[in-house]
T-cell receptor, first 113, second 114 residues
Framework: DTAVSQTPKYLVTQMGNDKSIKCEQNLGHDTMYWYKQDSKKFLKIMFSYNNKELIINETVPNRFSPKSPDKAHLNLHINSLELGDSAVYFC????????????FGPGTRLTVT | DQQVKQNSPSLSVQEGRISILNCDYTNSMFDYFLWYKKYPAEGPTFLISISSIKDKNEDGRFTVFLNKSAKHLSLHIVPSQPGDSAVYFCAASVRQGGANNLFFGTGTRLTVIP
């Protein structure tokens, strides 16, 4: 019973392609997040969603777009992939927007060639 | 501009001894602090947290200390066990845009030697 799951675990693609990463949480949480961990191991917030509404959008290129079909899912779509997009992407969730503790998925390693 | 820093990339400790992991921050608006543990090829796992109104929180072998005046927190693990070997991330929370935004340090790799 994985609390926060992501698919795929690994994704290798060429520059210019469009790809999606899926995230699902079965914790009944209201808020979900996407993080990017770069080559220097720096984990940085990209987006937050609360009850299907975007509440944080850090300075992320608009090639990245989160989509939430329902409260349990937050997918990340990336258009026109670039070499610099290569990273590990983590999905996370928290009980609500008041909660500080976030629970993370296993990560998706994206490699752009 | 990294607002949360873990200046020790690695730490080795003998089994049974105390492990002390340190974290410094710059933003005085942070109101909650967390420690996460991460194994290879897995996501960070929440370990322990502390509110800015407290200076200590203990959970079993894990204790987090907060020194607000020094903008410093530390995680103590005692006694250390080989299974504690992992990368530990410090995170600080601040309210932004209606949600609690976490800022992470770059992690400290702890190795507990049997």
């Amino acid at each position: 019973d994985t609390a926060v799951s992501q698919t795929p675990k690994y994704l290798v693609t060429q520059m210019g392609n469009d790809k999606s990463i899926k995230c699902e949480q079965n914790l009944g949480h209201d808020t979900m997040y996407w993080y990017k961990q770069d080559s220097k191991k720096f984990l940085k917030i990209m987006f937050s969603y609360n009850n299907k509404e975007l509440i944080i959008n850090e300075t992320v290129p608009n090639r990245f777009s989160p989509k939430s079909p329902d409260k349990a899912h937050l997918n990340l779509h990336i258009n026109s992939l670039e070499l610099g997009d290569s990273a590990v992407y983590f999905c996370a969730s928290s009980q609500d927007i008041q909660s500080h503790e976030q629970y993370f998925g296993p990560g998706t390693r994206l490699t752009v060639t | 501009d990294q607002q949360v820093k873990q200046n020790s990339p690695s730490l080795s400790v003998q089994e049974g001894r105390i492990s002390i992991l340190n974290c410094d921050y710059t933003n005085s608006m942070f109101d909650y602090f967390l420690w996460y543990k991460k194994y290879p090829a897995e996501g960070p796992t929440f370990l322990i947290s502390i509110s800015s109104i407290k200076d200590k929180n203990e959970d079993g072998r894990f204790t987090v200390f907060l020194n607000k005046s020094a903008k410093h927190l530390s995680l103590h693990i005692v006694p250390s066990q080989p299974g504690d070997s992992a990368v530990y991330f410090c995170a600080a929370s601040v309210r932004q845009g209606g949600a609690n935004n976490l800022f992470f340090g770059t992690g400290t790799r702890l190795t507990v030697i049997p």
